[in-house]
């Protein structure tokens, strides 16, 4: 069963499948350069030596699948190295990827990303406020996992929605440990005997945060790793396009259950926050040859102290100083530099209007 979601397709690439098969063989057969953004949760490789019991006796649901084992830290160094080069390969020139794993894994993956070439931006902990306890008190509650953030190259120009993580974090930036439950609830996904249906099923909300954060409505995501589709459900949610790979057939076909049942948020919520670097530049004196201000209209400080009268060429006059509109706003406030868009205001119907509204205005045409 090679594919349990129906799909179009972005030239010779597949859009929000899920492909059976080996990530690496299935990497390497889709076109170079096509995917902006990969999430990857390989096996953690936890070198699990017999079964783990509670204190009152029940066995612990662990990771005991033979997709985790691995012969050696060479076969698992050897097993990342080769899916990492195929990923390397189909990111775009700009691309990123993520990677998340524990201390049995995350610092050889490290190595590798590095190794390929990838430039690490972020580790990132995600931090578990409701981890599994350690039976056996004989080390630290292991109550965080890591996540790698890594672009294609050091020349890269990433994805960062840089205002958006900052409004989502109630207006402060967003800090490297993100504090999110693990998955649980009617979240988890069970199979027909009420198990689970996949050991390591991630929590939506990480997933949120990392394509709100790094990608943006239409890119394609790819998944190499797709377990429970996670992943794909969280981008179908978020408008953004999906490919995962996953050779374990039941794996697939709870993905693809769970992610029919899915249904994307409107377009117009959709919107990421963007940063003000992002937007359109508009020189003021845009704003004189379009007529939006007249040569000899003065404009007032916001704060109501000084005053300067706009000029035909877009600068400014004072009586103590002329030029651009944050050259006259800082030698009258004698700072060092002062943002002219945000001090300066004009008169309309006996009312201060900033400035920066008309810059609005212009860059609202510039839109559309």
């Known amino acids: 069963m090679k594919q349990e979601i129906k799909s179009s397709q972005v030239g010779n690439l597949p859009n929000n499948e899920i492909i059976a098969g080996d990530c ?3 990497m390497n057969s889709l076109p170079e350069k096509s995917v902006n953004l ?3 949760d390989p096996p953690y490789n936890l070198q699990l030596k017999g ?3 509670r204190p009152d006796s029940s066995k612990v649901d662990a990771v005991d699948n033979d997709w985790d084992k691995f012969s050696s830290f060479e076969n698992y160094d050897n097993f ?3 899916w990492l080069k195929a990923a390397h390969r189909i990111l775009k020139p700009n691309g990123a990827i993520w990677v998340i794993g524990s201390y049995h894994n995350i610092f050889r993956v490290g190595a590798k990303l590095q190794d390929h070439g990838y430039w690490i931006l972020n580790d990132v902990v995600w931090r578990k406020t409701n981890p599994m306890p350690n039976f056996r008190g004989m080390r630290l509650t292991n109550a965080h996992e890591t996540l790698i953030w890594a672009a294609k190259s050091e020349k890269s120009k990433y994805t960062f929605n840089y205002e958006a993580m ?3 974090n109630e207006g402060i930036q967003m800090r490297s440990d993100w504090v999110i439950p693990i998955c649980n609830g ?3 996904l069970k ?3 009420g198990e689970k249906a996949h050991p390591t099923q991630k929590p939506e909300a990480l997933l949120h945060r990392i394509i709100v954060s790094t990608t943006n409505p239409g890119d394609i995501i790819l998944d190499p790793f797709f377990g429970s589709g996670t992943t794909g459900a969280v981008a179908k949610k978020l408008g953004r396009n999906f490919i995962g790979i996953e050779q374990e057939e039941s794996y697939r076909i709870a993905a693809s259950r769970r992610i029919k049942e899915v249904r994307k948020y409107d377009n117009e919520v959709l919107e990421v926050t963007q940063s003000k670097r992002t937007e359109p ?10 007529g939006l201000l007249q040569p000899g209209e003065t404009l007032e400080s916001l704060n109501g102290r000084h005053k300067a009268k706009v000029r035909a060429d877009g600068t400014l006059i004072s009586t103590e100083t002329k030029g651009s509109i944050h050259q006259v706003s800082a030698a009258l406030e004698g700072a060092p530099s002062c943002n002219g868009w945000t001090y300066w205001c004009f008169k309309r119907e006996g009312k201060n209007v900033p400035i920066d509204l008309l810059r609005q205005q212009i860059r609202s045409e510039m839109r559309g």
């Open 24 to 26: 690496v063989s299935v």
């Open 38 to 40: 990969i999430f990857a």
């Open 51 to 53: 079964d783990l019991h």
């Open 80 to 82: 990342t190295s080769n």
């Open 166 to 168: 900052k409004a989502m």
């Open 186 to 188: 009617h979240e988890r």
């Open 191 to 193: 199979n027909k005997d």
């Open 281 to 290: 530049r508009v020189p003021f004196g845009q704003l004189v040859e379009r």
